[in-house]
Structures are given as structure tokens and as C-alpha cells.
């Protein structure tokens, strides 16, 4: 989530003004909506691109998540409804501060400052102890026309397949820029096929700086944004980044992997 300015004309603001929140203010944009505060410790979240009648797989994986003890907070839906067709959820509000906002457009340094490394693989280490679940198997891909694992077994297959879809969508874009596109695409899903099998655990897919708030003396203290690009996988492949359509695949692995 990016800090957004809570100032100006917000129809948002006036709708749960009338539903019993005079003081509503918007928090933060971001990939999955937008995020109003309502009165201390709740909040409301408008979202972006997200079906009413999916948000129950987006419930159950927040509740999947929940189940297993994590040294920071993940959302906590705590009532939903459709107005005017968006959906709305009204959630726990997390704490701390985003380790980085996105919000001045700047290309972030590929080196990152030590105290946000620790904090990121503080983060990856404790996410690689929730299991996979059926639910998080289910999630379709932001940008895909389909659940990642549909017809596949083995994630490395479903991240293969993904590769190979997401390169068809976007293959003009792609060949601009790529020299000799089908190879790179070909031994690219051959390469992701031949990976070994490792337990399945949550893979949160957007886990950018934004997403990740720490408290002053730089420990995570929330994760947000699951959903959009969540599956359950390897985490020692790298959280997925979006392509030009939107779709989320990175199939790069990192060079420390969690443990």
C-alpha cells in the first residue's frame, strides 16, 4: 500500500460518513484498493478489480493465514458488502510505517540498506512456516484467465504454464525487447519443469517495501496485500513482479533463500 494525500472530495469518505464514521479518512492506495480509516483500530477497504462474489477464497485465505503464529499482524476481515457493485471490507487495522513508499515514482536502488534486508527476510523466513492450502491452490493470478494450479500437480509445472501464458499475452511488447523471445520462453518453463519438489508453503507474490511495515525500531510488523498474487509454492522463488498486463510472474530464484 502506498500513503495516498487524504485530502479533496472523496465519495468514499462521504459513504461512511453516512454509515456511522464522521472521522473516515483515506490511509493508503495500493494493488488490491483503497484504504479508509474508520475509528481506532478499524478500517475499510475498497477494492480494486476484486468480484464480490470471489471474496469469500480472499476471506478463507486470510483466515488460513491467521491459523499459524507470526511475529507480525496479516489482515483480518472483520464484515464485507457490495455498494454500488465494488465490494467493501471492513478490517482490523495494522500498524507501523511501509519500510519504503513507492509513492515519489522513483526506480528503487537493486541494493537494499541492511536494516530493510532484515526485515524482509524476517519476513520471508516466517511466512515459509505457514503451509500451503487448498484455498491458497485455488487463487487465480492477477492478469491470468485461471487458478495457478489448475490442471497441474506440481508448482513448478503451474509457474511453467504461467510463464508460457503470460509470454503469449504480451509477446509483442515482449519481442521488443527480448531478442529471440520463443528460446528464452521455451528454456525458461523447460528450466522451471526440471526444479526439484519442496514443501509448499504461502507465497505472498507482492511483497514490495510498501507492503511491509515495520515499528521504529525496524521489526515487521504487518504484512498486507495478500491475494492478488498469492499461491501457495516454493518461496525460494522470488514473489512474483507484474508485467506490462498486470500479470504476476517472476519466476527468478533469490540469491538467499529463506530458513
Known sequence: MTETDAHGPDRWVQYFAQRGYPHARRLASGMEGTVYRLRDGT?????AGRAPEDFDLTRRLYADIA????????????????????????????????????????????????????????????????PGSEVMRRLVIQGDDRPLWQGHSRFSDALAALV????????????AQVPELADVVSRTAASLRALPDRPESVVHGDLVPPNVHLDEAGHPVAVLDFGFCTTAG?????????????????PTPPTTRPS
Not at 514473489?239 to 498486470?246: C, D, M
Request: proline share 10%; hydrophobic share 35%.
Open 234 to 250: 516454493d518461496p525460494a522463488l522470488r514473489p512474483p513482479s507484474r508485467l506490462p498486463s498486470g500479470t504476476c510472474t517472476d
Open 67 to 130: 491459523r499459524h503464529p507470526l511475529p507480525f499482524g496479516t489482515p483480518r476481515i472483520l464484515d464485507a458488502e457490495e455498494y454500488d457493485g465494488v465490494l467493501v471490507s471492513y478490517e482490523r487495522e495494522l500498524g507501523g510505517r511501509p519500510l519504503r513508499s513507492d509513492g515519489d515514482g522513483r526506480r528503487p536502488d537493486r541494493d537494499l540498506p541492511r536494516r530493510e534486508t532484515d526485515a524482509l527476510l524476517t519476513v520471508l523466513r516466517a511466512l515459509a512456516s505457514v
Open 164 to 175: 508460457e501464458r503470460a509470454a503469449a499475452r504480451n509477446r509483442d511488447a515482449l519481442a
Open 43 to 47: 478500517v475499510a477497504k475498497v477494492w
